[in-house]
């Protein structure tokens, strides 16, 4: 069974502003929003599953690595190739282009709605930004490979074996093209409120270089490895573009709900209860329905409302009028392309974020070896909770860029405050949870074959330093998005990764000779938490106008939490650990016992978003049809109209509906 995608709402469901004078606005706007909030909490929920099967499945890869190659100097010579696609996905997926094109693409999409263009705005901008950008990715590529040598050189110039780092990042260098081609697919998918796609390309991605490592492991060596990422990187796209070609082929995003609608007469809606009816057919003398929606179903206002800031609402005559504003939307401005500046903004932070790797593996080039397949262990499973906590900023993101878009900056900024508070308690849980389990979590998921014990207790230390930079981490994530979600340049960002990143390479020169490993990932900790901070103090005129004492309360409250929870699972982990035990199970006591601490304490201590998480969380999950308060579900028969039939004609009765057919 294939799941149905989730629609995330549209702007016009969450209300910004409530006109006092029309009767009954608050009751409408706070049912918009109310919904609002429940299909975003189950889009958010919707990517955070995918993400989580798509971190397994990296998991899994890391453990097939481990397993097939152990932690030496081949597993080395690939992961320094393995820092090619790191930079891909982050620049062109994850953060770089998409801080770019999520903006651009809510503008369109605004005018779009508004139909003051002439023309679709998201075909034309499409037209024009994906063949210079397709050009671009496959320059960049075509660098790579030929300045393949250089780059090993310089990121690991103690590296024991140079030719093996070499083909292996020239056969990494593909991914380029198919990241970019798949970050573009991602973006538009994302502003158009589709996730399920772009939730699932890293399945898809981990499948191909599981696969390519098992199928030609045995003759090729770590080079599998390096072709599953190139296989990786098209299966990225394939499982995205019949998607993205769908709602670039019909605006509405519904391409066969009028059609067959019109053909079948049918339709059929899940609400509060079930009603089945047969609408009249519309004919050649019916006046055809026109939509100004965007590719989202929003729930309809109550009459007399003003359903959001770029829904008009209706008075008494019937007749349309704009909402009162008090800020110009940026959907007003004329179209402007892709900026350069923009793009080399957004580009150049994260490129400056990811170079903290950079700086890890030079370090770690000098030490012994498997150090920096250790750092590459520990950080890789020490950053699902960060992964996981963003999920909902990932989500959050087009709509805080539609407000922005159209002048709502009330809407935006309570967005992101919302955002960052829950963000930050979520991070801070699984921070507990690797502190605590992190030897546990090593031995269970790495040291098997040519991984051994002793691999386990270098990772775990370093994961457990490395769990201390989580927050900072998840901070810029969170407010990096709101710095870029205007649609326009801004060099502040770089400006503080800059500076993070000056404090990284300095701590971990000085740390690395009397720590070793521990004191590079402290280090990393200590540059993203500084520029974590440089990000907060900077919010205001910049960005989304955040409340900065707000955000650090919200950001402070939970920090004690955390300290309580890791203290209480580490001690019952160490508890129950033992020769004989399997790791699972002393894994499994400890992280309950974080939870258990964890969700104690939250609403004591009055961490902001721990009660709205959970109700979140039951809301997503509740059954689509549920019982109503008298016990029973409605069931409602519409009939068609009479119609005027030729004469001679019989008239046919309606087709009975299937219980497998979709629901419209």
């Known amino acids: 069974m294939t799941t149905p995608p989730v629609h995330a709402p549209d ?13 009954g606005a608050d009751a409408g706007a706070d049912a918009g929003e109310r ?23 990296g998991l899994a890869r890391d453990q097939a690595l481990a397993r097939l190659f152990g932690a030496g100097r081949e597993t080395d010579a690939f992961l320094v190739a393995w820092t090619v696609p790191e930079f891909a996905a982050t620049l062109l997926i994850e953060d770089g282009l998409a801080f770019a094109l999520v903006p651009m693409f809510s503008l369109a999409l605004a005018r779009r709605a508004q139909g003051t263009v002439p023309g679709d705005p998201v075909r034309a901008l499409v037209a024009a930004t994906l063949p210079r950008l397709t050009l671009a990715f496959a320059a960049a590529g075509a660098l ?28 990494t260098a593909t991914c380029v093209v198919s990241f970019g081609l798949a970050g573009y697919c991602s973006a538009a998918l994302r502003a158009h409120r589709r996730f399920l796609a772009p939730a699932a390309i890293y399945c898809a991605y981990n499948t191909g270089i599981i696969t390519a490592m098992f199928v030609l492991g045995g003759r090729w060596g ?41 053909r079948f007469g049918f339709w059929l809606r899940f609400g509060s209860r079930f009603r089945f009816g047969f609408r009249r057919d519309e004919g050649a003398g019916a006046a055809p329905r026109t939509s100004t929606a965007t590719a989202t179903d929003a729930p309809t206002p109550s009459a007399g409302t003003t359903a959001g800031t770029n829904a008009p609402h209706r008075g008494t005559a019937g007749q349309e009028a704009p909402a009162p504003r008090t800020t110009p939307r940026a959907a007003d401005t004329p179209a402007r392309p892709l900026a350069l500046a923009l793009l ?37 499973v020490a950053q699902i909770p960060m992964t996981l906590s963003l999920m909902l900023c990932t989500v959050t993101f087009p709509v805080v860029a539609r407000a922005v878009a159209d002048g709502d900056t009330e809407r935006a900024r309570a967005r992101v405050e919302r955002d960052v508070a829950l963000a930050a308690g979520l991070v801070l849980l699984g921070t507990a949870t690797v502190v605590a389990c992190a030897p546990q979590m090593v031995q269970l998921l790495f040291q098997r074959g040519a991984f051994r014990a002793a691999d386990t207790a270098a990772t775990a230390g370093v994961m457990r330093v490395y769990a201390l930079g989580l927050l900072g981490q998840t901070v810029v994530g969170a407010l990096a998005r709101c710095y870029f979600s205007a649609g326009r340049a801004n060099w502040y960002p770089l400006g503080a990764m800059a500076v993070g990143i ?21 280090a990393n900790a200590a540059g993203i938490t500084v520029t974590a901070a440089l990000l907060v103090a900077g919010t205001g005129p910049r960005s989304v106008p955040v409340r900065v004492r707000r955000v650090l309360g919200d ?17 019952v982990a160490d508890r129950l650990a033992a020769p004989g035990v399997s790791p ?38 509740r059954p689509v049809t549920r019982r109503l308060p008298h016990g029973r579900i409605s069931l409602r028969i519409r009939f068609p109209l009479p119609r005027r039939l030729p004469p001679g004609a019989r008239p046919r009765r309606p087709r009975k509906s299937r219980g497998s057919r979709r629901s419209r």
């Not at 903004?345 to 070896?369: H, M, N, Y």
């Not at 961490?607 to 039951?618: D, I, K």
């Open 502 to 522: 000056a404090a990284t390479a300095g701590a971990g020169a000085w740390a690395v000779g009397p720590w070793g490993v521990s004191g590079i990932a402290a």
């Open 144 to 171: 790579v490979v030929a300045a393949a040598p250089v780059l090993v050189r310089a990121l690991a110039p103690g590296l024991p074996d140079h030719a093996l780092a070499v083909d292996c990042t020239r056969l």
């Open 555 to 571: 950001l402070a409250r939970p920090v004690p939490v955390a300290v309580a929870a890791a203290v209480a699972g580490a001690l």
């Open 584 to 621: 699972a199970v002393p894994l499994a006591a400890g992280a309950a016992a974080v939870v258990g601490v964890f969700a104690v304490l939250a609403p004591v201590l009055g961490v902001r978003g721990a009660v709205p998480a959970v109700e979140s969380v039951r809301r997503s999950l």
């Open 344 to 380: 080399g903004t957004v580009l150049l932070f994260a490129l400056c974020r990811q170079s903290q790797v950079l700086i890890e593996r030079f370090l770690a080039s000098g030490l012994p070896s498997g150090a920096i397949s250790h750092l590459n262990y520990a950080q890789k």
């Open 35 to 57: 919904s609002s909030r429940g299909l975003l909490a189950r889009a958010a929920l919707l990517t955070a599953v995918l993400s989580v099967a798509g971190s397994v499945l």
């Open 11 to 23: 702007e016009a469901a969450v209300p910004a502003a409530r006109s006092a004078d029309v009767p």
């Open 222 to 262: 770590v080079r599998a490895a390096a072709v599953g990422v190139a296989v990786g990187g098209l299966l990225m796209v394939a499982a995205q573009l019949p998607s993205l070609a769908g709602q670039l082929r019909h605006p509405d995003g519904r391409p066969d709900r009028r059609r067959l609608r019109s």
